[in-house]
T-cell receptor
């Protein structure tokens, strides 16, 4: 079945770039997503990328997709304290009926 | 614009008691609806999803059930709660493949 994996923790210095990595198993996924969850809140869609794209940029966010390796990454430039959150990688499953989420990466920012 | 409402925000229930969590969506029709659970320090587990009134797909067999009595209403229930049912429950809806929109979540503590 489909599976999405990502590391559990990442710590970066304020002002540096954060790179959160994710691998997925379903090569037929058409959409891949990054969600952000702040403490005690629901999930907020940050960005998504269609499978025929290699890169998508939106202000401080850059998403890179390597379909051959089934690897997705999220880069946050100039990381700020407000970026502290859990970031979930997700893929639309092959039946296109549901989204499969990774376990989330907790990003912490140090001064 | 579309909005999703989920309540209550927090709930403390004794073991063996019943449960009813409600989720409603406004501003759209015939949405796909989803219930996820997030256990402490863990990722999102899809519990149920629905593509229409009365249509429920169960992803994980357990003592929870879901119902969709109206087009934009999704209810998560249990007849007898277990300690292991504690967690953060999230409702979501989607109308396209461009990701889900999540509610603000219900934190359930079973004591």
């Amino acid at each position: 079945g489909e599976d999405v994996e990502q590391s559990l923790f990442l710590s970066v210095r304020e002002g540096d770039s954060s790179v959160i990595n994710c691998t997925y198993t379903d090569s037929s996924s058409t959409y891949l997503y990054w969600y952000k969850q702040e403490p005690g809140a629901g999930l907020q869609l940050l960005t998504y990328i269609f499978s025929n794209m290699d890169m998508k940029q939106d202000q401080r966010l850059t998403v890179l997709l390597n379909k051959k390796d089934k690897h997705l990454s999220l880069r946050i430039a100039d990381t700020q304290t407000g970026d502290s959150a859990i970031y979930f990688c997700a893929e639309l499953d092959s039946s296109a009926s549901k989204i499969i989420f990774g376990s989330g990466t907790r990003l912490s920012i140090r001064p | 614009s579309q909005t999703i409402h989920q309540w209550p925000a927090t709930l403390v229930q004794p073991v063996g008691s019943p449960l009813s969590l409600e989720c409603t969506v406004e501003g759209t029709s015939n949405p796909n609806l989803y219930w996820y659970r997030q256990a402490a320090g863990r990722g999102l587990q899809l519990l149920f999803y629905s593509v229409g009134i009365g249509q429920i797909s169960s992803e994980v067999p357990q003592n929870l059930s879901a119902s969709r009595p109206q087009d934009r209403q999704f209810i998560l229930s249990s007849k007898k709660l277990l300690l292991s049912d504690s967690g953060f429950y999230l409702c979501a809806w989607s109308g396209t493949n461009y990701g889900y929109t999540f509610g603000s979540g219900t934190r359930l503590t079973v004591v």
